[in-house]
C-alpha cells in the first residue's frame, strides 16, 4: 500500500508538466536560451504546482473537498476547471514564442484532455487524471520522435512503464476502475495526436 502511495505522489498530475518540460529542454534540437528556459520552468512549475496546490489547501480548508485526492466527481470539477484555464493560458503564452511552438501543442493538448475530461464528469463518468497525465507526455514525446524525426523511443518506454506503474497503483489503492484508467491514458494519448492532425 505505502509503495502505491508512493508512486501517486511522486507521478502526480501536477509533477508531471515540469518533469516533461526538463526533459523537452534536455533534448529539444531548438536553440533555446538557458535564460528562456529557466524562465519558462519557472512559470510552468508555478502554474501548474504552485498555484494548484494552493487551490486544493483553500478548497479543503472551506469544505469544499474532502480529501486531496479528489475522490468524488463533484470535486474534481473546480480543480480540472482552473487547470484547465491555467494550461491553456500557457498554451497561449507560449504560442507567441517561436522557440516554444512545441510547449504551446503540448498544453493546448493538455487543455483539449482536460475539457474531455470535465465534459465526461457530467455524464457521471470518471477517468483517471494521473493517467490523462502520463498519457499526454507519451503522446508528446511519440509526435515529437515522428516530427523531429529523431527517436526518443526510451523516453517514450520510461514513459509508458510509469504509466503501468501508475495504472496499476491507482487500482490498488481503489481509487479507479480498470475502464477509468485506460479512459484517462486513452484521452491523454488521443489529445496530443488529435490536436496535431486538426493543426
Known amino acids: 500500500?505505502?509503495?502505491?502511495?508512493?508512486?501517486?505522489?511522486?507521478?502526480?498530475?501536477?509533477?508531471i508538466p515540469t518533469v516533461g518540460v526538463i526533459i523537452y529542454f534536455l533534448i529539444s534540437p531548438l536553440?533555446?536560451?538557458?535564460?528562456q528556459k529557466l524562465v519558462t520552468l519557472i512559470l510552468i512549475f508555478g502554474a501548474t504546482y504552485i498555484l494548484p496546490l494552493l487551490l486544493l489547501i483553500l478548497l479543503k480548508?472551506?469544505?469544499?473537498?474532502?480529501?486531496?485526492?479528489?475522490?468524488?466527481?463533484?470535486?474534481?470539477?473546480i480543480p480540472l476547471g482552473l487547470m484547465l484555464l491555467l494550461f491553456y493560458g500557457l498554451g497561449n503564452l507560449f504560442s507567441?514564442?517561436?522557440?516554444?511552438?512545441?510547449?504551446?501543442?503540448?498544453?493546448?493538448?493538455t487543455s483539449i484532455g482536460l475539457i474531455l475530461?470535465?465534459?465526461?464528469?457530467?455524464?457521471k463518468i470518471k477517468s483517471s487524471?494521473?493517467?490523462?497525465?502520463?498519457?499526454?507526455s507519451c503522446g508528446f514525446f511519440m509526435l515529437l520522435?515522428?516530427?523531429?524525426?529523431?527517436s526518443y523511443l526510451l523516453i517514450i518506454i520510461i514513459n509508458?512503464?510509469?504509466?503501468?506503474l501508475l495504472a496499476s497503483s491507482r487500482l490498488h489503492l481503489k481509487a479507479h476502475q480498470p475502464k477509468e484508467v485506460y479512459l484517462g491514458f486513452f484521452i491523454g494519448i488521443s489529445s496530443v495526436f488529435g490536436l496535431y492532425w486538426i493543426l
Open 1 to 15: 500500500m505505502r509503495f502505491h502511495k508512493i508512486i501517486s505522489t511522486v507521478f502526480h498530475p501536477i509533477v
Open 96 to 109: 507567441y514564442v517561436d522557440a516554444l511552438q512545441d510547449l504551446s501543442l503540448l498544453f493546448y493538448a
Open 129 to 136: 487524471i494521473h493517467l490523462l497525465s502520463i498519457g499526454i
Open 61 to 77: 480548508k472551506f469544505n469544499l473537498i474532502n480529501s486531496y485526492q479528489l475522490e468524488s466527481k463533484k470535486e474534481r470539477r
Open 145 to 150: 520522435s515522428i516530427v523531429d524525426n529523431a
Open 31 to 35: 536553440p533555446i536560451e538557458r535564460n
Open 160 to 164: 509508458f512503464l510509469i504509466g503501468g
Open 117 to 123: 475530461t470535465y465534459i465526461l464528469l457530467y455524464f
